[in-house]
């Protein structure tokens, strides 16, 4: 049973230029879902106005003829809805144990076995996001895992396997090996075309022209921001480098960057680490940003999953705020911290005129770190494909409650209302 809320949001048509977009070219199969035929047999979008006086449309009763859909296929493809589909990976954390799982051979390492059962996820939506917690800095600044992290390369290529297209370094380990490092990982993706990365910065000039993309018609602005850098410092001449929570400077780039989009999402490093409710300042964070109207909060840094809420706006929509995705991948020992969550949401925009985007649905698919005796045989499976066998093999199993039943009920508590425990591409 699919628990998915199919919800659906009106908020601010921003119609306004889209210079500096990024245009991907990556073709993704973003498969059109009995849900979304459903929604074709909606009535035509409401103006902002309607909706800024309290007006709010209401899921579409079910049991609603798919015949009535107006022709479908027959259509102008301009009189046709958009639909985006975005997915969100928390905390992609390379511990050591993970890079020796990794090598191959000397100076060679493959990670994409360790996100195949999670991999036709990413591919199928048209836009990925996550956050890389640990530098892709190269071999030169040496590999190491906790405390101060620097991953192999191919631990990037892993992610571009998989179809990520918005790699988040805006966090606390981004300064864990100085700032030429940085400058080094930035070196890695911009030899790369399909991805972008996030929330670091080569020149004030690139802070300037944050990340936009735009695809099916609908335009995606992105901004990043982390609490800190573990007490690392950033450069002072080099302000830009690394996005900070700042609320002065947050409101600054918010606004700059809100009329140049349809959908502003922000991705937020905050929070208590193992905690499983945010924190007062994650909730005043969350409403500062829902004041700006930001659509959508991408929260990490908690290594386990917090929940999901959607918070009202000044504008009259709701921003859907996501405290913490836990994480996607590590070595981590607590249970729930094994538990991490893929954001998925799916975004319309009217045919005509007025260029609304609503989030039609949105739900969090619980992820299962899996690993083995001596940190071996590293995996991240969709929980709904996980098997009491698997959790039999897992290294926790021998010492501690965990079995698949208790990672469910640990997923339930966490996504609440959110939870989606099928595949919604299929
Ligand atoms: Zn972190």
């Not at 945010?278 to 386990?304: S, Y």
Request: proline share 6%.
């Amino acid at each position: 049973m699919q628990l998915t809320l199919g919800r659906y949001r009106r908020r601010g048509a921003y119609t306004g230029n889209t210079g500096n977009t990024t245009s991907q070219t990556k073709r993704k199969t973003a498969l059109f879902s009995a849900a979304f035929l459903l929604f074709l047999c909606a009535p035509p979008l409401m103006p902002l106005g309607s909706f800024a006086s309290g007006l709010k449309r209401e899921t579409p009763p079910l049991s609603m003829p798919l015949e009535s859909a107006g022709g479908g296929s027959r259509q102008e493809a301009g009189s046709l809805p958009s639909t985006l589909t975005i997915v969100a990976a928390g905390d992609n954390l390379i511990h050591d144990v993970i890079i020796r799982e990794a090598q191959k051979e000397e100076g060679v390492y493959d990670f994409t076995l360790f996100y195949a059962p999670v991999k036709p996820l990413i591919e199928a939506a048209d836009i990925a996001f996550i956050n890389q917690e640990t530098l892709l800095a190269g071999r030169r600044f040496g590999y190491s895992g906790y405390p101060r992290f620097n991953t192999p390369q191919e631990a990037g290529i892993a992610l571009l396997d998989m179809g990520f297209d918005v790699i988040n370094h805006a966090n606390n380990h981004v300064m864990d090996k100085g700032e030429e490092a940085v400058f080094a990982t930035m070196d890695f993706w911009d030899d790369r075309a399909q991805a972008s990365y996030l929330g670091i910065r080569r020149s004030q000039e690139q802070r300037e022209r944050p990340l936009i993309i735009e695809k099916n018609r609908i335009t995606l602005g992105f901004l990043s921001y982390t609490y800190g850098t573990n007490g690392l410092r950033t450069p002072k001449d080099k302000p830009y480098l690394v996005s900070l929570i700042n609320t002065e400077k947050m409101a600054e780039e918010i606004g700059a960057l809100r009329p140049g989009c349809d959908f502003l999402v922000v991705s937020m490093h905050w929070g208590t680490e193992y905690e499983k409710a945010p924190n007062r300042e994650q909730e005043k964070l969350a409403q500062f940003l829902a004041r700006h109207n930001v659509d959508l909060i991408i929260g990490h840094h908690p290594h386990v999953l917090q929940p999901a809420v959607y918070l009202p706006r000044p504008d009259g929509g709701e921003t859907l705020c996501v405290y913490s995705l836990g994480n996607f991948l590590s070595a981590q020992d607590m249970n729930a911290a094994l538990l991490g969550g893929l954001l998925y949401v799916r975004l319309t925009k009217a045919p005509d005129g007025g260029g609304a985007v609503v989030i039609e649905q949105a739900g969090i698919l619980p992820l299962v770190t899996h690993y083995e005796e001596g940190y071996t045989a590293f995996r991240v499976y969709p929980l709904y494909d996980y098997t009491p066998e698997l959790a039999a093999r897992h290294r926790n199993k021998a010492r501690s409650d965990l079995s698949l039943s208790s990672l469910r009920a640990l997923a339930g508590k966490a996504a609440g209302a959110l939870l989606m425990d099928a595949d919604p591409f299929k």
